[in-house]
């Protein structure tokens, strides 16, 4: 910046030519303001200064010749750096641009450090991944990576980048109750990342937080106690698999995955038919390695009796034609199927789904992956339960061959399947079947498949569709594929709307149907015209305060008009209590039950329905406060969807808008466990799980919607043998057991002060009872299959630890 003058009378403002390295690069006016200038000269305006920028290509670091003429090629003098006094006709200037980052740090997750950086090169340059981080934790640097894992996210948000990702999995060591300050810098800058630094603990396992504390400590203490150290830190678990670390647990579960097969095809060599498999690979553009890979899967597996079609779907493209022949040259199991014109999708399908010849029909697109064993499981499975329809789990790869984001599956879901086409990949169906349920339909382009099994369960009798519970299939994560962003097929979202609300109007069903959050997740709003009569059932003792708020919630937050409340008292004794009952008798919705025994929840509630002739009993809990009028409609509604639902429960929340309760899952190792409790009300849960109403083997009794005939046919709740614990859980066993379906319930949704009502029974005086219900709860139930292995809960999960997120040992598979 500076200033300068044209003294000839009425001349304007001084042009000036900027020159850098003897060529010129722009010319600017000397307009600014320079009231300095203008005091000290006495000048009649100040308007002589100027600035400019030096453009970005001499921001390079190296060094510059600058140089100033004016119109007339004379020379305006600049100061020297060094000196400002001297003037000099041209100065070295040596500047580097600076370099711009975005960033996100999104926390520790899943056992792993993550976060974004996108960088550029300088102001107005792209911003783009790859760019190389550091982390610390407390002030000791842990790792040095590039930040160029996949972030679909970031890439829709921001219309970037998307490998702009990084992962760090945090070291056992650093785990524990301790605070530590993570730090994360990009490399060479030091600049650090938006949310660095931050200060967290990492106690994901009790125990094993806990003995990482006594190691610290004891780590600090005199030699002399170094056996002692030696001895806590042998009994720290040996680190477990959760889906932080999914990619080292699959490289575990695969080859353990093959010797099983190959013991059970020792056991079976020659003794079972090989039923030809039908592999239907239709195929438009693909990337060659990719597409060659897809096919190499094909080759690669252990069953010999398939065929593979491959349907060239008018791609006119040489190299693909190329490839396909290539590989009906090598293999004459492989037949190209080409169309003279483009079909889509659901058309190119059809055509492999006409030519097929074999007994089974599976569906493979043209960039994926099957497992080497994948077909040779899906046909054992379907000989050994005459299935029609069997679906496997699966997981993503991406271009490092990384394993990610696995889909691992519940047992059939139909309520599930309305929300999301969760199935997907590996389908195999039979061949008689597939044609009993018709062609895929290119109205539904984008939701094809969803379409195709919603016909399926139309067709065919639940216990025909069958989930092989082990990961079959590989999507490959690619920029431009719906495995990293929905976004790139926007039209799926409209025609996933459409297929869902067809397929319940084909079942004379009324329902309004609509995307959750503009994404591939359905709601499904059931249109009944039935009312019938609901007893909500509320035990209580004093705590009028909180009583009264659940009371008038419900009284003012409840659109639905059949239904009243009846309160179960059991032993209040405050003066303020009585004042409250007499108030409540009074309410024409609201009545009193007093019960003047011994706390015993079952009883309670046992007792209660015996006084009401509902149609339904609706079992909350006084600390459990409704938040929006249609709840029990919803309920209702989906109650009354389908008459096998013995029992539908509730979104519940904390009052800090995190997840307390949606959906409970069983077994012999944790009973009954919440799934996402904690989770953030805005999160989705594993797959869409706590967006999506879905059905579940047990829900909660803090709020839980029952049919009154079902609940009479399988005993109600247990009085003797669990009076306080798991009562509702043993429940909804009895429920399933007797052929029922138990459906949780994403839209109905309440806060639970779960802290008001009731105790711990962790407490001394509670810890005998409990155990004694924890013995009779694994005594009715270990031999029964709802409880060895929950059929809405993936086996690869376990139950014990925290669901849908730590997994289970694959050598104990």
């Known amino acids: 910046m500076g200033w300068a003058i044209d003294l000839r009378p009425g001349a304007p403002p001084a042009k000036l030519h900027i020159l850098i390295d003897q060529q010129e690069v722009m010319q600017v006016d000397c307009i600014l303001p320079r009231t300095d200038v203008q005091s000290a000269l006495q000048l009649p305006a100040n308007t002589v200064g100027f600035s400019f920028e030096v453009p970005n290509e001499f921001q390079d670091g190296r060094p510059h010749e600058l140089s100033i003429r004016m119109p007339d090629r004379s020379v305006l003098p600049l100061a020297n750096p060094a000196d400002p006094t001297d003037k000099q006709p041209s100065v070295i200037f040596t500047k580097q641009l600076k370099r711009e980052f975005r960033s996100f740090v999104d926390g520790v997750k899943q056992g792993a450090l993550r976060g974004w950086v996108l960088g550029s090169d300088g102001p107005g340059t792209e911003f783009h991944g790859g760019c190389t981080i550091c982390v610390t934790v407390d002030g000791v640097r842990i790792c040095q990576t590039r930040a160029d ?4 996210d970031v890439a829709a948000a ?24 993570f730090r994360i810098m990009v490399l060479p800058d030091g600049d650090e990342l938006a949310g660095s630094p931050f200060v967290t603990s990492l106690a994901d396992d009790a125990l094993a937080a806990r003995l990482i504390d006594l190691a610290d400590v004891i780590d600090g203490l005199q ?7 030696t001895e806590v830190r042998n009994l720290i678990p040996i680190r477990g698999y959760n889906l932080g670390d999914y990619d080292r647990w699959a490289r575990k579960y695969y080859p353990l995955l093959r010797e099983r097969v190959a013991k059970q095809r020792l056991l079976y060599e020659n003794s079972q038919p090989e039923p030809l498999v039908s592999i239907l690979c239709p195929t438009y553009r693909p990337l ?31 190299q693909t ?18 169309l003279k014109k483009n079909a889509g999708i659901s058309g190119a399908t059809n055509a492999g789904m006409d030519a097929a010849k074999g007994e089974y029909v599976a569906f493979f697109d043209h960039d994926d992956l099957l497992v080497d064993v994948g077909i040779e499981v899906m ?18 790869i991406d271009q490092a061959g990384y394993f990610l984001e696995p889909n691992l599956k519940p047992d059939f879901n139909y309520r599930y399947l309305l929300g999301c086409n969760y199935i997907c990949h590996l389908t195999m169906v039979e061949t008689e079947t597939m044609r009993k349920i018709g062609h895929l339909v290119s109205d539904y382009d984008g939701a094809q498949d969803h379409d195709f099994i919603l016909r399926a369960a139309e067709t065919l009798d639940y216990k025909h569709i069958h989930h092989v519970p082990e990961v079959l299939y590989h999507w490959r994560k690619t920029p431009n594929s719906t495995a990293v962003n929905v976004g790139n097929k926007t039209y799926a979202i409209e025609a996933g709307v459409r297929c869902v609300a067809d397929h319940l109007k084909r079942r004379g069903i009324r329902a309004k149907v609509s995307s959750i959050r503009g994404l591939t997740l359905y709601g499904v709003r059931w249109l009944t015209r039935k009312t019938p009569k609901v007893t909500i059932i509320i035990p209580f003792k004093d705590q009028v305060e909180t009583t009264r708020q659940c009371v008038e919630a419900l009284l003012a937050k409840t659109n639905y008009k059949a239904f009243n409340i009846l309160l179960v008292n059991n032993w209040s004794v405050e003066r303020e209590t009585e004042l409250f009952i ?22 309670l509630n046992n007792l209660a329905v015996a006084e009401t002739t509902a149609d339904y009993y609706l079992f909350m809990n006084n600390d459990v406060f409704v938040s929006h009028e249609d709840w029990l409609s919803i309920a209702v509604g989906e109650a009354l969807s389908s008459p096998d639902i013995g029992a539908v429960g509730a979104k519940l929340l904390y009052p800090n808008d995190t997840i307390q309760h949606s959906g409970v899952i069983v077994g012999p190792n944790g009973i009954g466990a919440h799934v996402h409790r904690g989770d953030p009300v805005s999160e989705y849960g594993y797959i869409g799980r706590t967006m999506l109403t879905h059905d579940v083997t047990a829900v909660t009794a803090a709020a839980m ?23 509702d859980v043993d429940l909804c066993l009895k429920i399933r057991n007797a052929g029922y379906r138990i459906i949780f319930c994403a839209e109905v949704v309440a806060y639970h002060h779960e802290s008001l009502s009731r105790g711990s029974d962790d407490r001394p005086e509670h810890e005998a009872r409990f155990f004694q219900e924890t013995q009779t709860m694994l005594g009715r139930w270990s031999s029964n299959p709802l409880f060895e292995r929950d059929p809405a809960y993936p086996r690869f999960f376990t139950v014990d630890q925290q669901p849908f997120f730590d997994l289970v040992d694959p050598e104990t598979l």
Request: some cysteine; proline content about 5%; aromatic content about 8%.
């Open 158 to 181: 921001l219309g970037c980048d998307p490998n702009c990702g990084f992962e760090v999995p945090i070291p056992q060591h650093l785990r524990g109750n301790t605070p530590r300050t």
């Open 582 to 603: 007499k108030e409540m008798n009074a309410h024409p919705k609201v009545s009193v039950l007093t019960v003047e025994e011994p706390f015993n929840y079952s009883r």
């Open 705 to 727: 919607l029952v049919r009154a005939d079902v609940f009479k046919e399988v005993g109600g709740f247990d009085e003797k043998g669990l009076a306080v614990a798991y009562n």
């Open 379 to 396: 046909v054992r499975a379907a000989q050994k339960t005459g299935a029609k329809l069997l679906y496997s789990d699966e997981d993503k």
């Open 288 to 318: 060659q390695s990719d597409f060659e890979a897809a096919v190499n899967s094909v080759l690669s597996q252990t069953y010999q009796n398939w065929e593979l079609i491959i349907i060239d779907d008018a791609g006119k493209c040489a």
């Open 223 to 229: 030699r002399k106690l170094t056996s002692l150290r």
């Open 149 to 152: 894992r996949y972030r679909g």
């Open 321 to 338: 034609t190329a490839i396909i022949n290539k590989f009906c040259q090598q293999d004459s199991r492989i037949r190209s199927l080409p």
